[in-house]
């Protein structure tokens, strides 16, 4: 049998309970806008015109809305990148 360690103490790395917590408040807040996100994709299905430049792209609503996601996530996420150098 392995002794049992307290969690309580600082650990090595000095942060208190020696292993990352999984539920930050930032990663509830991530997950809620998420789920807020694929709802509103979910329920809007019904086929739109998209005018991409010149060209009118007929296509669903929700893969538009899913791509302008994508889009934005991968804008945060430079710049994000950016604010850490």
């Known amino acids: 049998m392995t ?5 309580r103490g600082p650990s090595a790395d000095g942060r208190r309970g020696g292993s ?4 930050t408040l930032r990663r509830i807040v991530a997950l809620v806008l998420v789920v807020l996100a ?6 809007n299905t019904e ?3 998209i ?6 792209v007929t296509m669903p609503l929700w893969g538009a809305l899913l791509g302008m996601g994508v889009i ?14």
Do not use: D, H, M, N
Not at 51 to 56: G, K, S
């Open 51 to 56: 005018r991409l430049l010149i060209r009118v």
């Open 38 to 43: 694929l709802v509103l994709i979910f329920q």
């Open 47 to 49: 086929e739109t015109e």
């Open 72 to 85: 934005g996530a991968l804008i945060g996420a430079l710049l994000v990148a950016r604010r850490r150098r």
């Open 20 to 23: 990352a917590r999984v539920l």
């Open 3 to 7: 002794p049992k360690t307290s969690r």
